[in-house]
């Protein structure tokens, strides 16, 4: 069961939010760093200052909001990314155990699948918040690309990453 969705990786320095294309967003003491396909960087900080290939942005208070909250929708995807990851790990076990139980009492097949398959689907389930999120990372990153001419580069999210994660969530596989 894979995810179109973003997911998130140890990181040496943090968090990487990684997007489908490989480009996406590094948490990096707080701030984010987001990669563009020409080469360039953003940094946004906390407080809602951008910067770009190490070049302060002008941005008024209202842009400066829409800055604090992508940082903190990425935050709150990194802290849902790093939970899914552990229930993952819990995850896999029971299907291993539910497996093998199955074999060693004899139980039937069809009835081993539907027992993974539920479990699949529970897992499933607790993946809709974190693309409920990549939807509102992708709302705040369009109006942040509507304002800021030099973002533009930088809206990394695609219209596809929120729609294959609700999709995948929603497939039977």
Do not use: W
Request: net charge negative; hydrophobic share 40%; charged share 20%.
């Amino acid at each position: 069961m894979f995810l179109s969705c973003p997911f998130v990786l140890a990181h040496n320095t943090g968090f990487n939010v990684l997007m489908n294309n490989g480009n996406g967003e590094i948490v990096d003491d707080g701030d984010i760093i987001i990669h563009s396909d020409e080469g360039g960087k953003a940094r946004i900080t906390v407080d809602g200052k951008l910067s770009i290939n190490g070049k302060a942005v002008s941005v008024t208070e209202s842009q400066k909001t829409q800055l604090m909250e992508y940082v903190a929708t990425i935050k709150g995807i990194e802290i849902q990314g790093a939970q899914l990851g552990k229930d993952a790990a819990g995850f896999a076990a029971n299907i291993v155990a539910d497996v093998f139980s199955g074999l060693f009492t004899g139980e039937d097949q069809d009835k081993i699948d539907n027992q993974t398959q539920a479990r699949a689907h529970t897992f499933k389930q607790k993946t809709l918040p974190l693309c409920k999120d990549v939807q509102v990372l992708k709302s705040i990153q369009a109006g942040l690309a509507a304002g800021i001419a030099a973002f533009k580069p930088y809206a990394v999210i695609k219209n596809t990453d929120a729609h294959d994660c609700q999709h995948d969530i929603n497939s039977e596989n």
